[in-house]
């Protein structure tokens, strides 16, 4: 199927307009509808669409009984999801591209894979930080033996603080399903891609240190967490760890993946884009010991950038890939690279971290997903 796409675009605010260049960067699909409730966020998405005059509506159910899309990009309020997606999967055919999280509510998430079966559309979480260049290549890396048998993934993002929303509905975990799910569902979906394996224990450390804590919201007080570490355990024995720091706005790379395994190490940082790789074998030998490590000896550096990239945007070009891997799984019939399972995965990987921060204890991922998860 070579004709172009038209998609629609079910929330406007920041993420919604992110979308909204990406796919008038790639050509071969236009967007058609937009819909929002908020006029302010729908205006300044029809400012976006140049050269396009897409149909606006207040509800996405009216954008959806209009017939005029191919495929929507859900990007509203996580506490809303299950809302869009209910309307959106009942649209035979439709295809779903739905922002992380997926929910914020286990039971949500498996009513939209119940949902979902059967369906000729397909149905994509977006979880874009796997299409980042230097990620993605070191993933490769890794997944071809260049590290050996994997045994450590570690993440640390240290960072500013959450971005103001519209409603101001980003200062309440009842609305984003709680700080390990809002912005680290993304990394615990990359610990289970790189390690192969899915969770099966979670301990946390956690709290609302810095941010936030003189707002108030008509008597509410946010309770958004803003620094925490979370490890997680695989049946194999391998361990993922996750650094968040969320007042840390003085970082250099504030994002730095790092595989180790028994054969060598990989090191990912943003946006330096730069990508580290050492094998064990490289080092020397040292009477019984390898090279010291700090020396530098036999680490090769290198800036990873893929030139296809024509709009970097917010996430060093991953939106943009990512989008083109949904396009081509629509157009070629193949399904979604990042299913509802593996998003809701993610998500239930922030709750046990949340419920093991609340009760200072390991959580087993069978307390959070139910039998035969």
Known sequence: MDKVLRYGIVGCGSMGREHI?????MGGVEVVALADPHAPSRDAALACCRGAKPQVFEDHRELLAAGLCDAVVIA???????????????VPGLHVLVEKPL???IEDGIEMIDRAKGRSGIVWVAQEYRYMPPVAEMIRIAHEGGVGRMHQVAIREHREPFYPKVGDWNRFSANTGGTLVEKCCHYFN???????EQPSRVFASGGQRVNHLDEDYGG??????????VIVEYPSGARASLDLCMFAEGSTD??????????????SLLPSLTLRHSRREDWGRRDAWGQPSGTGKGVNVRRVWDTRIKYAGAHFGASYIEHQHFAAAIREGRPAEIPLEEGLRAVATGLAAHKSIASGRVVAMSEVLPAGW
């Open 103 to 105: 929910v914020t509510r």
């Open 21 to 25: 260049e990406n796919l008038q960067a």
């Open 190 to 196: 990359l610990m289970d891609l790189i390690l192969r």
């Open 76 to 90: 509203t309020p996580n506490f809303t999801h299950v809302d869009m997606l209910r309307d959106a999967l009942a």
């Open 254 to 267: 504030n994002e730095h993946l790092v595989i180790v395994g028994d054969e060598g190490k990989l090191e």
């Open 220 to 229: 509410r007080k946010p309770d958004i967490l803003d620094s925490a570490y």
